[in-house]
């Protein structure tokens, strides 16, 4: 499903990221990725959705060839991958209905298939009565909730998040991490990276650690192995 | 591209007019005063042109007939003069005809002409096929027999000509000027305009939208503030000459165009132009935006 080989990043400052990454994740699994800040998780993460190519190693998502990746085939490989972000990354001057319509309206689905798909996830994510707000005015917790429906809607086969509780309370924090759960129970594949030590230790995924640019423990059931 | 899809772009670009409100202003006023000085450049030119073109057409080759060409005779010389090279028209004014204007002209002076009988001589009025080769005509119109003297502004007419020449050129230099200075203030306030929206465009590549869908809206919006900038200074322009055509009054040469001919050469022009700097400023500006 995701397969990382060999894979070196290094930033045109001469900051190496990652350095030799190889990792292997099946569909259906649920992976955290853990690390101190700065040890590559973030790039680890935008390589698999292309915001980032490796400087050497060969990337696999789906069937795509990440680095191979034309320009053209770009969009539709972010297609097939929803991705969350900390920042939740809504358009603020959209209603929460059109955000998660957007993905949508991009691969040309039809007005019904939107209409269908949006109500659905909006249910799913606990929305369905804030559909004609605004992003601003609704809680961390809500505008995160957007943008896990945004990124469910195409029913991607695996969901990409990088640090989506960063910005929320504990309680919010469970929240996603429960739709994440359910997702998950559906057959998509959720690679997380995270900061949040209890949702790590409560749930006991499989835990991917990066130090320094390296993968220092993959752990079946793992925990989340740092004193923060 | 499906026609779905048009329709969602079209109404994209429309929502985003109104959602980008403040920047919509500003860039559809960059373009309309712009466009405005444009047209004003435009509608003045060619009014300069046309009263260089009323005056250059006034200049015309007077030539005397010698008393010694008989009225039988009259006829073979005006075919003579007409056949020169470079003859554009050719009128004949009679002796009888000249002293008959010259009276109108004294008006109570005309008794003078008493008794004189009549001393003006037979004329043929020559204009050139054109202005600069008016001097050339009289050349060859004073080497015809049964001439006797041939008038034709002669000092006058190379400066003049000289003029006309340098406010035309001098018209064309300055709108390309304006042009050069509108597509500047325009592409930067669009390049503003878009780069305020990165966001947008950046969320729109992360969910899997292609260059050409995002560009789609951009594209619309673009080609709408164009439209709605040329929209102001055409009818503006329009109906400050129609004012100055009717309540300016001037002397030939120096009329004004009408209205309607003005407006002809002059608003296609604006409404292109705004239309062309919209939709190319809007989709030159967001293609660095493009890569993410």
Known sequence: MIELQDVWKEYGNGTAALSGVSVRIKQGEFVYVVGPSGAGKSTFIKLMYREERPTKGHIFVGGFNIERLRERQIPLMRRTIGVVFQDYKLLQKLTVWENVAFALEVIEASRRTIHRRVEEVLDLVGLSEKAGMNPRELSGGEQQRVGVARALVNKPSVIIADEPTGNLDPDNSWGILKLFERVNDRGTTIVMATHNRELVNATHKRVIAIEGGQIVRDQERGDYGYED | ?292
């Open chain 2, 1 to 292: 591209m499906r026609i779905r899809t048009v329709g969602r772009h079209t109404r994209e670009g429309f929502k985003n007019l109104f959602r980008n409100g403040w920047m919509t202003f500003a860039a559809v006023s960059a373009v309309a005063v712009t466009l405005f000085i444009l047209g004003l450049s435009i509608a003045l030119s060619l009014n300069i042109q046309n009263v260089s073109l009323n005056i250059e057409n006034q200049l015309q080759v007077n030539a005397d007939v010698s008393d010694s060409v008989t009225a039988k005779e009259l006829p073979a010389l005006g075919k003579e003069l007409a056949h020169l090279p470079g003859v554009r028209s050719i009128t004949f004014v009679s002796k009888a005809d000249a002293l008959q204007k010259m009276k109108k002209i004294l008006q109570g002076n005309a008794s003078m002409f008493n008794g004189l009988g009549n001393p003006l001589p037979n004329e043929y009025v020559l204009q050139a096929a054109n202005p600069e080769m008016t001097s050339g005509l009289a050349k060859l119109v004073q080497h015809v027999k049964g001439i006797q003297n041939v008038q034709y502004g002669q000092s006058f007419i190379g400066k003049l000509l000289a003029v006309t020449a340098a406010v035309r050129d001098g018209a064309i230099v300055l709108i390309g000027l304006l042009l050069v200075m509108g597509i500047f203030l325009i592409s930067n306030t669009i390049k503003i305009t878009i780069f305020a929206r990165r966001r947008e465009i950046e969320i729109m590549k992360l969910v899997g939208a292609t260059d050409g869908f995002i560009r789609g809206p951009f594209f619309v919006e673009g080609t709408l503030m164009g439209l709605f900038g040329a929209a102001i200074p055409a009818f503006v322009l329009y109906e400050l000459y129609r004012w100055m055509f009717l309540n300016v009054t001037l002397f030939p040469p120096f009329s004004l165009l009408p209205t309607a001919y003005v407006a002809s050469r002059v608003l296609w022009v604006l409404i292109l132009c705004g239309v062309f700097i919209g939709a190319w400023g809007s989709i030159v500006s967001m293609r660095r935006f493009l890569r993410v």
